[in-house]
């Protein structure tokens, strides 16, 4: 396993859920107001949420990049990885439901202003229909988006455990490593110590033996000599 298997899944998700609540503020704003989609601010708004729904659908796509070399890897305990697999489904979800809602009502200003042309032409405009202030809806996402945040804070703070735990690992065994080498130092300056020694001992034996045989030789010349001379 590696030492260091923190992915971008955690920062990458937020980043597509703060995409997400941004959309659905904008298409909130967008329907408000209502049959009028030829102000700048009507367009400019719809241009943002198609920028907005295009990148998203790309994001979550590498999200699902990240979550298959999280799986390849197992960087995550198997847990984890399943409730990504969960959250990566749901926001596929809302992608879909949040591409719908922008279709759907696209077409319904459309058929609503040319449903206003239509009156105007005939001098009798329409009545103007009040889009109604969804809060309860806005509350719930908002409850959900602070409450996968918290998940993916869970998920982190796992994650720099894990990381901690890998980091203490590493250090006592670098630590043992170096008692190793220390043992081995020692170890070896006791063998140098007595190797020299060893050498020592035998020099003296060298030097004795020496004096030995020069002795005997001057013995056996000095016999040699009597011999000689007695003889």
């Known amino acids: 396993?590696?030492?260091?298997?923190?992915?971008?899944?955690?920062?990458?998700?937020?980043?597509?859920?703060?995409?997400?609540?941004?959309?659905?503020?904008?298409?909130?704003?967008?329907?408000?107001?209502?049959?009028?989609?030829?102000?700048?601010?009507?367009?400019?708004?719809?241009?943002?949420?198609?920028?907005?729904?295009d990148q998203l659908g790309k994001d979550v796509k590498h999200l699902k990049v990240v979550l298959e070399n999280?799986?390849?890897?197992?960087?995550?305990?198997?847990?984890?990885?399943?409730?990504?697999?969960?959250?990566?489904?749901?926001l596929t979800s809302q992608l879909r439901e949040i591409n719908q809602k922008f279709t759907n009502s696209s077409r319904s200003n459309v058929l609503a202003a040319s449903s206003g042309s239509a009156w105007q032409e005939q001098g009798s405009p329409p009545t103007p229909r009040e889009t109604?202030?969804?809060?309860?809806?806005?509350?719930?996402?908002?409850?959900?988006?602070?409450?996968?945040?918290?998940?993916?804070?869970?998920?982190?703070?796992?994650?720099?455990?894990?990381?901690?735990?890998?980091?203490?690992q590493l250090g006592n065994e670098v630590e043992d490593q170096n008692n190793i080498l220390d043992n081995l130092a020692n170890a070896m300056d006791r063998v140098e110590t007595g190797v020299q020694q060893e050498t020592h001992s035998i020099g003296q034996v060298n030097r004795r033996d020496s004096t030995w045989g020069y002795w005997l030789v001057i013995i056996a010349l000095f016999v040699a000599i009597l011999v000689v001379v007695f003889v």
């Open 1 to 53: 396993m590696a030492l260091v298997d923190h992915d971008s899944w955690d920062i990458e998700y937020e980043g597509c859920e703060r995409l997400r609540h941004q959309l659905l503020v904008q298409l909130h704003q967008r329907q408000q107001l209502g049959q009028q989609p030829k102000e700048k601010e009507y367009i400019r708004l719809t241009d943002s949420i198609k920028a907005g729904l």
């Open 70 to 90: 999280a799986v390849t890897w197992e960087t995550s305990p198997e847990e984890e990885l399943q409730q990504r697999r969960i959250d990566w489904d749901k």
């Open 132 to 168: 109604p202030i969804d809060v309860e809806t806005l509350k719930l996402r908002q409850a959900e988006m602070l409450e996968n945040q918290n998940r993916g804070l869970d998920a982190l703070s796992a994650t720099i455990s894990r990381q901690r735990n890998l980091a203490t």
